[in-house]
């Protein structure tokens, strides 16, 4: 079947625009997860969905980010007012749920704010 | 402050040598331990786990060996191959609240040569 999937696979915006990145998890996974990996760094949790319960957002860096899955499913990371810090790759996991340990990635959207 | 630490950012090795990735944990509240293999405009692909009530795990030319006390785990790979040349990610996930949140290190690129 398929993988996760995210689109666009790149972006490159101005300082200050928003941005939105979507997410398609694997069918049938009910739990979903975005990451961001900055140049260097590991992985970096950011928010995380299971069903229809309240996300966490404790990773979140701050209040331009936000992100909503639609019919427990297909999910989206808005970044408004980007800045130059926010460029990063950022990266979507699924699982069957939050008591299976393996999380699948997508491919990522390297996000570039100019 | 980093609780998945991995101390070498890159690692050389021979064709059909063993490769050792290391990584050390500063969390107690990890149980549960992943590696993942990342090639370059790709997501982290799983490799291989160990839960915290075993020493060792292994799978093909992949063994995860654990040493709690020392609160540190190692990543063997024999024999190595050009295959094997990729980003290699650590990561924790801890028992209870949040267990579904991954703590990644920073990664170790690992070359083999042919």
């Known amino acids: 079947g398929a993988g996760v999937s995210q689109s666009p696979s790149n972006k490159v915006t101005e300082k200050g625009k928003d941005v939105e990145l979507r997410c398609d998890p694997i069918?049938?996974?009910?739990?979903l997860y975005w990451y961001r990996q900055s140049l260097g760094q590991g992985l970096e949790f950011l928010i995380y969905?299971?069903?229809?319960?309240?996300?966490?957002k404790s990773g979140l860096p701050s209040d331009r980010f936000s992100a909503e899955r639609t019919g427990g499913s297909v999910s989206t990371l808005t970044i408004q007012r980007t800045q130059q810090e926010d460029s990063a790759v950022y990266l979507c996991?699924?699982?069957?749920?939050?008591?299976?340990?393996?999380?699948?990635f997508g491919p990522g959207t390297r996000l570039t704010v100019l | 402050d980093q609780q998945v630490k991995q101390n070498s950012p890159s690692l050389s090795v021979q064709e059909g040598r063993i490769s050792i990735l290391n990584c050390d944990y500063t969390?107690?509240?990890?149980?549960?331990f992943l590696w993942y293999k990342k090639y370059p405009a790709e997501g982290p692909t799983f490799l291989i786990s160990?839960?915290?009530?075993?020493d060792k795990n292994e799978d093909g030319r992949f063994t995860v060996f654990l040493n709690k006390s020392a609160k540190h785990l190692s990543l063997h790979i024999v024999p190595s191959q050009p295959g094997d040349s990729a980003v290699y990610f650590c990561?924790?996930?801890?028992?209870?609240?949040?267990?579904?949140?991954?703590?990644f290190g920073k990664g170790t690129k690992l070359s083999v040569i042919p």
């Open positions: 996991a699924s699982s069957l749920g939050q008591l299976y340990n393996e999380q699948f």
């Open positions: 069918s049938g996974h009910t739990a």
């Open positions: 969905f299971q069903g229809n319960s309240a996300p966490d």
């Open positions: 969390n107690s509240m990890f149980d549960y």
């Open positions: 160990i839960s915290s009530i075993k």
């Open positions: 990561a924790a996930k801890p028992s209870g609240a949040g267990s579904y949140q991954l703590t």
